[in-house]
């Protein structure tokens, strides 16, 4: 050992004893870190009904004739109709809006034809836009006592439906965050009893889109308004 290699091969033992050790604490460092990592990831849903606030109702009358200016008479009288009708249920002029009727020759028509018939028709919209939802869910089933003074309701646009709108959603965020995030903590709760854990800090969590829907197709004044917050919490010994 007088040529040197004796303190290289010491060197070289302590060398290696050193890593060894070394390893031995970061293996436990990671098990550790491994250990406070486990986390559990759950869903809470918050869900309530609630009324609609503000309802669209477009109403459409028809009306036709062999004369153009006899036509635009009868839309005349039918919108004063019309209008003395709502204004009748309750409805201010504000939340009343009149549409220009819109005429239509058959006989200018590309495809048209100028065999006998009724040449001219007139369609015109009426619109209620407004807060009183019960007015006008009202309104909608007296419709029928125009129909008997001669206003054909429909035309073109028969399917065109009432929309009922909830814009209140500011006002339940709130209580419905924390319902969902209440919601998603206990199924959290339950999953570390069962595993034989216990539940940590929260390590992300996420609030997902509210949406609104109507309650079903018979009731659209009612909205079912639902949230979903996902929460991902760790887990202990």
Known sequence: MTNGHGPAFMLGIFLCLGLVGLGTILGSSILRVKGYERVVTVKGLAEREVPADI???????????????????TMEE??????????????????????????????????????????????????VYSHQIDVVRASQTRLAELGKKGIAFGGEDYNQKTQFLFTKLNDVKPAMI??????????????????????????????????IEDRDSNTPHIKKVRVVSTVEYYLAD
Not at 55 to 73: C, G, K, Q, R
Not at 78 to 88: D, G, I, Q, S
Not at 179 to 188: H, K, M, Q
Request: charged share 20%; no cysteine.
């Open 55 to 73: 309802a669209v109702w477009p109403i459409t009358f028809a009306s036709a004739h062999n004369d153009v200016a006899a036509l635009y008479t």
């Open 78 to 127: 039918n919108t004063k109709l019309v209008l003395a009708f709502l204004r009748e249920a309750g409805f201010s002029a504000a939340e009343i809006t009149t549409a220009a009727p819109v005429v239509t020759d058959k006989f200018a028509q590309r495809y048209g034809t100028q065999e006998p018939g009724v040449r001219y028709t007139a369609q015109q919209t009426i619109t």
């Open 178 to 211: 924390e319902e969902a995030t209440r919601n998603a903590r206990a199924v959290a709760e339950k999953f570390a009893a069962d595993s034989q854990s216990r539940l940590g800090k929260i390590k992300r969590a996420s609030q997902g889109q509210f949406t």
